[in-house]
Nanobody, 120 residues
Framework: QVQLVESGGGLVQAGGSLRLSCAAS????????MDWYRQAPGKQRELVAG???????NYEDSVKGRFTISRDNAKNTVYLQMNSLKPEDTAVYYC??????????????WGQGTQVTVSS
């Protein structure tokens, strides 16, 4: 009843940029925090960046100054602008969102993931 759909992944050379999008749809009453995670092969999923409903942001240390998270509350969409990409940024990127639905139930939803590959 609530879906998160990511887009914008792909293959890029080191130093390049990509912009990820994640749109939430369905029986949504309101959205609290929205986050981006990533999981590289053989590694645990890690938080990359987060943004609250009021726009406060936080970043994992290795992406500070290179990645920017933002959101459009009217579109229920969160973005991740990734600049100066490095091969170590290669991973599957997932968005998640803390959502209140129409039945006043709160749940954290995950997107299906989008692959980002950075070549050296």
């Amino acid at each position: 009843q609530v879906q998160l759909v990511e887009s914008g992944g792909g293959l890029v050379q080191a130093g390049g940029s990509l912009r990820l999008s994640c749109a939430a749809s369905g029986r949504i009453s309101s959205i609290n925090a929205m986050d981006w995670y990533r999981q590289a092969p053989g590694k645990q999923r890690e938080l990359v960046a987060g943004i609250t409903s009021r726009g406060s942001t936080n970043y994992e240390d290795s992406v500070k100054g290179r990645f920017t998270i933002s959101r459009d509350n009217a579109k229920n969409t969160v973005y991740l602008q990734m600049n100066s990409l490095k091969p170590e940024d290669t991973a599957v990127y997932y968005c998640n969102a803390d959502i209140w639905d129409w039945d006043t139930r709160r749940h954290v939803y995950w997107g299906q993931g989008t692959q980002v590959t950075v070549s050296s």
